[in-house]
């Protein structure tokens, strides 16, 4: 009983990952819409064309959440032409903030051209989107919680399997123990075993079957 709720959520987390209608069913019973955000990638631009300073493209990325702390910058890949400057901001509570990747709301700021938009959640986004968004992945992983604290998830993640060893292990006890009993029975060793309605009705009118009732 104690981790059936984890169970639940583990479930449902896991399925959003793998099948979009869960997603579709989590904004259906929730309120708040999804919010579509630009995609974080530069503009093409010509081959040779010099990238804006990493210095220049987190204080354009500040300019738009001067409240907010940077907490990690991302520098676009040498290869991709259209890859851009990551820069991520913790905008309250940071359920990444115990990983390697701190930072919940994403700023994009283009490779050549130095502008900025934010790309992934938005501070204006609704609770459900934030929820699914920000919250599924570090509550399905245990990454919401630091330190000693995930060895509560461990241990909840493998109470399936305890369940199915003890479970089978029951089974095998009260086989073991009703084929015992039925070879006693066989061997004259032990009468049966009479069923408890059955007994209760002989109780109440011997006449039915005075020898069983004998």
Do not use: C
């Amino acid at each position: 009983m104690i981790v059936i709720p984890f169970l639940l959520v583990w479930a449902i987390t896991a399925a959003g990952f793998e099948f979009g209608f869960m997603e579709k069913a989590w904004y259906a019973v929730t309120p708040g819409t999804e919010q579509h955000l630009p995609d974080a990638v530069s503009a093409e631009a010509p081959k040779g064309t010099p990238d804006v300073s990493i210095e220049r493209a987190v204080a354009t990325a500040q300019t738009l959440h001067p409240s907010l702390r940077m907490v990690a910058v991302t520098v676009p890949t040498k290869d991709d032409a259209t890859s851009s400057y990551y820069m991520y901001f913790q905008n309250g509570y940071d359920p990444y903030a115990e990983t390697d990747y701190p930072g919940d709301l994403g700023v994009s700021v283009d490779r050549h051209t130095g502008k900025a938009h934010d790309f992934y959640g938005a501070a204006d986004q609704s609770r459900a989107q934030d929820l699914w968004d920000n919250f599924s992945y570090p509550v399905h992983a245990g990454y919401i919680v630091g330190g000693w604290w995930r060895l509560v998830w461990l241990v909840f993640a493998l109470s399936p399997l305890l369940l199915a060893v003890t479970g089978v292990s029951t089974w095998l006890v009260r086989w073991s123990s009703r084929r015992r009993r039925r070879a006693a029975v066989r061997a004259g060793e032990l009468a049966p075993v009479m069923p408890l309605a059955l007994a209760e009705e002989l109780r109440e009118d011997p006449e039915k079957d005075p020898e069983l009732a004998r």
